[in-house]
């Protein structure tokens, strides 16, 4: 994914939530990303994240490489809808 790094924030562990992580993690494992380029932040626990990225709403995804700094905010859990977003479709 072209040493893209991504911080899924949520709030709390819903299973809302963790069909989002379950997907975001098939998701890197599909495209090759590692295993250490998807961290999940939950901002309930630990909100410092969360405020050095400005992040004000939950979930959002940031994602972060060389050339660009993009994030989503909202629901990840429909496969095809972060693919498009994400320009891997």
């Given at each position: 994914?072209?040493?893209?790094?991504?911080?899924?924030?949520?709030?709390?562990?819903?299973?809302?939530?963790?069909?989002?992580?379950?997907?975001?993690r098939r998701i890197?494992?599909e495209k090759g990303c590692n295993?250490?380029?998807?961290?999940?932040?939950?901002?309930?626990?630990?909100?410092?994240?969360?405020?050095?990225?400005?992040?004000?709403?939950?979930?959002?995804?940031?994602?972060?490489?060389?050339?660009?700094?993009?994030?989503?905010?909202?629901?990840?859990?429909?496969?095809?809808?972060?693919?498009?977003?994400?320009?891997?479709?």
């Amino acid at each position: 994914m072209n040493g893209s790094k991504f911080k899924l924030f949520i709030y709390g562990r819903s299973s809302a939530n963790e069909k989002m992580i379950r997907n975001m993690r098939r998701i890197c494992r599909e495209k090759g990303c590692n295993a250490w380029d998807l961290a999940v932040i939950d901002v309930s626990v630990d909100p410092g994240p969360a405020a050095l990225e400005k992040v004000f709403v939950t979930p959002t995804l940031v994602e972060k490489n060389r050339w660009r700094k993009r994030r989503w905010v909202g629901d990840l859990s429909v496969r095809e809808r972060v693919l498009s977003g994400l320009d891997m479709s």
